[in-house]
T-cell receptor, first 116, second 116 residues
Framework: NAGVTQTPKFQVLKTGQSMTLQCAQD?????MYWYRQDPGMGLRLIYY???????DKGEVPNGYNVSRLNKREFSLRLESAAPSQTSVYFC???????????????FGPGTRLTVT | AQKVTQAQTEISVVEKEDVTLDCVYE???????LFWYKQPPSGELVFLIR??????QNEISGRYSWNFQKSTSSFNFTITASQVVDSAVYFC?????????????FGRGTSLIVHP
């Protein structure tokens, strides 16, 4: 049982390049999330998918797109990377799915992205 | 205004001291959930506890205890007899219902340093 996995672990991009961060979970969770973590800012929600087939914007969606490929996988795409997107990106999942209960989240190990 | 305020940016203690991490939240909902997560130096976030707004019982788990007070909108976390392994960044989070799903908002975190 791997939990939440993310690839890659590290990435360096030049301004204007594109890339996709991959996330997968094997806990049969309904909801998946993408966060970015910057020093002193805590975790900020980029996009989330409450259930398979739906995606919604979070607090800081500009410059990103997401795809909920299936129940297991949720990818984050940077179409044209900018230095302001240098951050650590975390994927998370929870039972969620429109439930009446606010479930806890389980996080992946993170991707450290540098945009030069 | 922040929905979740962790006013202590960094706390430094010596091993065996007790330490309390503060969390103050803001919501208009009557049903909501509160969480604490730990992020050790390795970087991965680990879930510690979940509380719903109707359950104000304090909880103790080993050296960890949580004090939830709706009257002051606080959900504080105390570590008794701290150990070096407790050194980490601790995040408090609030989950509110949004379009049928519970979406969390994180505080900016408190960095706890426990010196031997």
């Amino acid at each position: 049982n791997a939990g939440v996995t993310q690839t890659p672990k590290f990435q360096v991009l030049k301004t204007g390049q594109s890339m996709t961060l991959q996330c997968a979970q094997d806990m049969n969770h309904n909801s998946m999330y993408w966060y970015r973590q910057d020093p002193g800012m805590g975790l900020r929600l980029i996009y989330y998918s409450a259930s398979e087939g739906t995606t919604d914007k979070g607090e800081v969606p500009n410059g990103y797109n997401v795809s909920r490929l299936n129940k297991r996988e949720f990818s984050l795409r940077l179409e044209s990377a900018a230095p302001s997107q240098t951050s650590v990106y975390f994927c998370a999942s929870s039972k969620g799915g429109g439930s009446s209960i606010g479930y806890e989240q389980y996080f992946g190990p993170g991707t450290r992205l540098t945009v030069t | 205004a922040q929905k979740v305020t962790q006013a202590q940016t960094e706390i430094s203690v010596v091993e065996k001291e007790d330490v309390t991490l503060d969390c103050v939240y803001e919501t208009r909902d009557t049903t909501y959930y509160l969480f604490w997560y730990k992020q050790p130096p390795s970087g991965e976030l680990v879930f510690l506890i979940r509380r719903n707004s109707f359950d104000e019982q304090n909880e103790i788990s080993g050296r960890y205890s949580w004090n939830f007070q709706k009257s002051t909108s606080s959900f504080n976390f105390t570590i008794t007899a701290s150990q070096v392994v407790d050194s980490a960044v601790y995040f408090c989070a609030l989950s509110e219902a949004r379009q049928g799903s519970y979406i969390p908002t994180f505080g900016r975190g408190t960095s706890l340093i426990v010196h031997p």
